[in-house]
């Protein structure tokens, strides 16, 4: 079964803009976890954020963890065409998937 | 990062012949390994957790019979899909790392998946 979901599914934005994608949980977590996924490939990690953890950068990419509510942000800054892809959560343990958000950026 | 490989990476059989996919932890032993089959345009579902040396634990609703997993090594696990129908046809990905099941706080590493068609 899922244990997060993503929303909005799909995110259209244009190279530059900044694009954010939320994820929410069920149950309690150790950490969570956000991954890419180019169309048809592998799962790429992006970023780890344990419980106990507010937020997290990498990069162009920042993640927030709300464990209140059950639910987590990634916010991509300055997007670029490349970054194009589906984009996922997974909580662990368990390491169960939300439906992902599939995002475009326009050049 | 650790690299994980599968193999094959695609793969067309016949209705009724099962098909094996192997999954290996190149650079890094792995604890525990992730069986997850993917629908187009969706979400990975996980089917089983795999231990070395450990029996696979199984999702809901997944058949172990169907699909048997073998984790005999820290660094390879197989996935075999039984007699496959067509309705078998995904994506399998596998993924690995080198905690225990649930508690690791570790990076899982994914494999770059075998696409299954089943005629």
């Known amino acids: 079964s899922q244990q997060g979901e993503e929303d909005p599914q799909a995110l259209s934005i244009q190279e530059g803009e900044n694009a954010t994608m939320n994820c929410s949980y069920k149950t309690s977590i150790n950490n969570l976890q956000w991954y890419r996924q180019n169309s048809g490939r592998g799962l790429v990690h992006l970023i780890l954020i344990r419980s106990n953890e507010r937020e997290k950068h990498s990069g162009r990419l920042r993640v927030t963890l709300d464990t209140s509510k059950k639910s987590s942000s990634l916010l991509i800054t300055a997007s670029r065409a490349a970054d194009t892809a589906s984009y996922f959560c997974?909580?662990?343990?368990?390491?169960?998937f939300g439906a992902g958000t599939r995002l475009t950026v326009k050049p | 990062g650790a690299v994980v490989s599968q193999h094959p990476s695609w793969v067309i059989c016949k209705s009724g012949t099962s098909v094996k996919i192997e999954c290996r932890s190149l650079d890094f032993q792995a604890t525990t390994m992730f069986w997850y089959r993917q629908f187009p345009k969706q979400s990975l579902m996980l089917m089983a957790t795999s231990n070395e040396g450990s029996k696979a634990t199984y999702e809901q609703g997944v058949e172990k019979d169907k699909f048997l997993i073998n984790h005999a090594s820290l660094t390879l696990s197989t996935l075999t899909v039984t007699s496959a129908h067509p309705e078998d046809s995904s994506f399998y990905i596998c993924?690995?790392?080198?905690?225990?099941?649930?508690?690791?706080?570790?990076?899982?590493?994914f494999g770059p998946g075998t696409r299954l068609t089943v005629l």
């Open positions: 993924s690995a790392t080198w905690g225990s099941s649930g508690r690791s706080g570790n990076e899982q590493f």
């Open positions: 997974a909580t662990e343990p368990n390491m169960r």
